[in-house]
C-alpha cells in the first residue's frame, strides 16, 4: 500500500499498525511524539491496533523545546 | 449631536498623519497595499510581548522594533554569555554579563528610539504571568524548556491572548499560532511535558543561530500579520522547517476537543508550574 508519512508517499505492507510504522521511520523519542492520522490525533495507547490504509496521511509531531534533547534542560531561553 | 462630516474628516486625517520621519522610516511598509498607513498604525499601537530574549526572541526583537511596534515588552531572567552569541544576535559581546532585558532593549532602542520597551528581569511563573501578559495584544513564546512552554500556552488561553508559539533543535524548526477560539492551542497537540526522568543526562543537542534567526522572523511576522490582518495566521497549522534539506512544510494541526485548557471540558483554570529540572549543562 502506499501512505504519505511526514510528507513523503512510501511504500509499506498491508495491515502495517502505526506502532510499526514509528519503529520502521525510526521516529526519535516515540514516546513524546504525537501522532495524527488523516488529521485526527491518535493516542498512545491506540498505536498498537491501529492499521494503516491505503492513502493514509500520517504525520509526526515533535516536542521542540531549545537546543536539547527533550530532556528538560532548564536554561532559561533559546 | 452629530458630528459634522468634515470634522470628521479632519480628525480622521490628523489621527493618520505621520512625522517627516516615519513616512521615511516606514516607507517600505506603509507602500504595500496590505499594510498602508492604517496597518502602520497599528504597529504603531500595537503591543507585543516577547518571553525569552534568545535565539528566537532575539530577532524577533529587532524585526519588531525596526517595523514600529509601539511597545515592546521582553521577559528573560538571564545574563548574557559567550555562548549565547553564536544565534541570540540581539547581544553583542561587549554585553556579556548583563542582563539580556537590558541589552536587548538597548539593542531595539538602537534600531529605533521612537518605541517603548518595558523590561521583565525575571522568571515567568503562574504567580506574575497573568498580569504581565494582561497589557498585551500578541505574546511571543521564545523560551526553550517545555514547562515554561505549557505555562505560556495555558496562560495565555486562560487570558483569551493570541501567541505564537516555536522550537529549535538542530537544523530544524518548528512554529504555531494560537488565536483564541480559532485553532488548536498548544496543549492540543502535547498533552504533558515530557517526564523530566525521561531522558537520564541532559545534553546538549545543538542548533545553528541561522535556524533561531529563520523561526524567530517567522514568529515576528505572525505577530505583524496578527496586528494588521494582513494574510493568513499559521493557526491550525505547524509550519516545520529543515534546513539540511531546505524544506519547510505546513502540517494541518487538529483541536483537541478534550484539551485540558481550551476545550469545554476544561479542567486547568488557572495557570500552574511544572517542576523545572535542572542541568548539568549550559
Known sequence: MTIVVAGERKEYADGLTVEELI??????????????????????????????????????????????IPSLCASNDL | MRMPVLRAASFERNSMAFTNEQLERYSRHIILKEIGPKGQKKLMKAKVLIIGAGGLGAPAALYLAAA????IGIADADSVDLSNLQRQVIHSTADIGRPKVESARDSML???PEITVHTYHEYIT???????IRDYDFILDGTDNFPAKFL???ACVLEEKPFSHA???RFEGQLMTYVPGEGPCYRCVFKEPPPKDAVPTCREAGVVGAVAGVIGCLQAMEAVKYITGAGDLLTGRLLTYNALRSQFRTVPLPRDSHCAVCSYERTIHVPFDYELPTCDLK
Not at chain 1, 519503529?23 to 493516542?43: G, H, I, R
Open chain 2, 110 to 112: 538602537a534600531i529605533n
Open chain 2, 126 to 132: 503562574s504567580e506574575n504571568i497573568s498580569a504581565i
Open chain 2, 167 to 169: 522550537g529549535i533543535i
Open chain 1, 23 to 68: 519503529e520502521a521511520e525510526k521516529v526519535e523519542t516515540p514516546q513524546y511524539v504525537t501522532v495524527t492520522v488523516n488529521d485526527t490525533f491518535l493516542s498512545n495507547a491506540e498505536r498498537a491496533s491501529r492499521s494503516l490504509q491505503e492513502g493514509d496521511i500520517v504525520e509526526f509531531l515533535y516536542f521542540m523545546g531549545g537546543g536539547t
Open chain 2, 68 to 71: 514600529g511596534v509601539g511597545t
Open chain 2, 152 to 154: 505560556i500556552n495555558d
